[in-house]
């Protein structure tokens, strides 16, 4: 249970050569919450150079 919360009440931030797959929420009961769920994936890699695909899946 959240409660009272202010601002995003989950926040999800992936570095830039992650993958994410297969992340549920469920029975989530949140009360006097002002914010969303918010999930990121970082927009730039370490080394340019290097750049590898990023994707999320089934969130």
Do not use: H
């Not at 601002?7 to 002002?34: D, H, P, Q, W, Y």
């Amino acid at each position: 249970m959240i409660y009272d919360t202010y601002g995003c009440v989950i926040k999800m931030r992936f570095g830039a050569e992650s993958r994410v797959e297969n992340v549920a929420f469920s029975n989530l009961i949140m009360n006097n919450a002002t914010g969303p769920i918010s999930i990121g994936l970082d927009s730039s890699p370490r080394r340019p150079a290097q750049r590898k695909p990023r994707w999320a899946r089934r969130l």
